[in-house]
């Protein structure tokens, strides 16, 4: 054999691998950026990497571009192993033309993502790109289209998560808001449709790219990042943990592993809900009692505080968290807080993962901006992801369940497989003092002492219909259970709805997208 081929092959390779050179590799590590290889190795198993396309190269010929060397077209594609399991990657390389998105580019992340839906493996996109790639023009702008068409097709079929690790600007933000998980890292990571240039030319508003769309602007702001991490090390490290609780596809149960008993003591649980119905507490206390040890994970934590989601374990199994949080707002629905809940149950169906939800809420929040800025619309996709959901639905109704809110947190009317209470649920149409101040407001107001009558009133409707027995009777609510318990009970429940069939009967004909509507 001729080893001079061999040798340019490997010549050939190393200069690839060296992709836009040591000098912009320096910048990139001066940012604290790692480079694109690097961060596929922090995301595999060691050396199970494996590169497709790594000769690809531009064809463009304007601007400069013709005979141009642009090594792997400035993405690196392929697939590897996290914990075994198999998952295909693509890596923009910022040293070579700023990670720009050109016509090869895209081909490039299409064929890896062909690959990873017809294999039924997750797809994890790592974005660090100067955006379409100015030079190529349409060609570029058609390479976004295709990667968009992919991104809808693959949704609820592959779980597909977008890794932000530099910048992700114009129409290229929405190949990451189409995936299932956006997780960006802090300093380094921004997205925005249009940026602070543009901003100021056509508004006059003057603004920083941080501020305009950092990680803190898009993880408490928008919702657009699920998660934010401090650097890359940490963000891949969560990232490999994440991928270990999903199915590889929606036609797989979540992988089971070994389980843990919660870290704290479920007697506490009493304590933690205080004696006062409107005193708020951290419902994050509760999850941490029920779920394995440490193994909670908050999805869109900063975003919409008054409802709390995520995935945690329970027996070793995947389990999908949706709660009130008590103390952001009393745990109300909102505008924000419908959004995420939504998402988060629809990414649980599309994923065979069965969701627990814990309620405790006094109902939507009351005002004007909300009305008009659509909380009915907000709202509906609630009362559609729970309705819509065939994945076993677990409830428990914790203290209040006031009104439409009580129907929306998957109550027995809409489809909750297992509904519980505990003894402090208080489920109607809505909170006593509301109640009484409508009903009994002619005869509070004209009795001789209407402050002594407006209690009574109030005592009166919360003993006969603030708890949880009305509902029990009627059947909405399958047991009242001791906090204590609770763990247990939704084992049971979870053991029992093992075998659930989707709606269709056929587990293979199950198919939701994870954006609501
Ligand atoms: C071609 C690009 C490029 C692009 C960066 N580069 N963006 N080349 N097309 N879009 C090149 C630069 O020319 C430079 O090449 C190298 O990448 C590094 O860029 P720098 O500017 O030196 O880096 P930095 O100072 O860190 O700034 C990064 C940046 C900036 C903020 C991303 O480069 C920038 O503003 N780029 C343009 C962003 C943009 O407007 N993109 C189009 C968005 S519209 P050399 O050879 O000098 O090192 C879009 C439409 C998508 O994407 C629509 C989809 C539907």
């Excluded at 065979?352 to 800025?373: A, C, F, S």
Aim: with cysteine; proline share 5%.
């Amino acid at each position: 054999m001729d080893r001079e081929r061999i040798e340019e092959l490997h010549r050939r390779r190393q200069a690839v691998t060296e992709g836009g050179g040591t000098e912009r590799i320096e910048r990139q590590h001066s940012q604290g950026k790692f480079t694109a290889r690097e961060r596929l190795a922090m995301l595999f198993d060691e050396g199970s990497f494996r590169e497709i396309g790594a000769f690809v190269n531009s064809r463009a010929q304007d601007f400069g571009l013709a005979g141009r060397d642009v090594p792997a077209d400035a993405v690196v594609t392929g697939y590897g192993r996290v914990d075994g399991k198999l998952v295909y990657a693509f890596s923009q390389d910022f040293t070579t033309m700023g990670g720009s998105l050109g016509e090869m580019h895209a081909q490039k992340i299409c064929r890896a993502m062909d690959l990873a839906l017809q294999n039924g493996c997750p797809f994890v996109g790592i974005n660090d790109s100067g955006g379409a790639r100015i030079q190529e023009g349409v060609d570029a702008l058609n390479g976004y289209g295709e990667i968009f068409r992919r991104n809808t097709k693959a949704s609820g079929i592959i779980p597909q998560i977008s890794v932000i690790a530099g910048p992700c600007a114009g129409g290229a933000s929405y190949s990451p808001a189409l995936t299932d998980l956006v997780l960006m890292v802090e300093g380094s990571a921004r997205m925005f449709i249009t940026g602070p240039q543009v901003i100021k030319a056509v508004t006059g508003e003057e603004v920083d790219d941080q501020f305009l769309g950092g990680a803190t602007a898009h993880a408490r702001k928008s919702g657009v990042a699920h998660m934010v991490y401090p650097d890359e090390q940490s963000l891949f490290g969560e990232l490999r943990w994440l991928l270990g609780l999903l199915p590889a596809n929606n036609r797989e149960t979540p992988p089971r592993v070994d389980p843990l008993e919660p870290s704290a003591d479920a007697a506490e649980l009493i304590d933690i809900m205080p004696e006062m119905p409107n005193k708020g507490y951290n419902v994050e206390e509760v999850i941490e009692r029920i779920v394995d040890e440490g193994s909670f994970i908050g999805i869109h934590p900063e975003f919409a505080s008054n409802a709390v989601v995520g995935l945690a374990r329970l027996e070793g199994r995947t389990v999908g968290i949706v709660a009130n949080q008590p103390r952001f707002l009393a745990g109300c629905l909102d505008i924000d807080s419908s959004d995420k809940i939504a998402r988060h149950v629809r990414f649980c169906d599309a994923f065979n993962i069965p969701i627990l939800t814990l309620v405790d809420t006094p109902g939507y929040l009351p005002g004007i901006g909300q009305e008009h800025g659509g909380i009915i619309r907000h709202g509906a996709k609630v009362l559609y992801a729970y309705a819509e959901a065939d994945v076993p639905k677990i409830s428990i109704v914790l203290r209040k369940a006031y009104g439409g809110a009580y129907l929306a947190m998957c109550s027995r009317s809409l489809g909750a497989d297992v509904s519980l209470a505990w003894p402090t649920a208080e489920i109607a149409v809505m909170g006593p003092e509301g109640a009484c101040n409508i009903v009994f407001r002619r005869e509070i107001s004209e009795a001789d002492d209407p402050e002594r009558v407006r209690q009574e009133k109030i005592d009166e409707y919360r003993e006969k219909f603030a708890n949880p027995y009305v509902a029990a009777a009627r059947g909405f609510i399958d047991d009242v259970i001791d906090p204590v318990d609770t763990r247990s009970e939704v084992l049971s429940a979870l053991e029992s709805l093992e075998r659930k069939l989707p709606d269709t009967g056929d587990r293979t004909e199950r198919r939701h997208g994870n954006i609501p509507m």
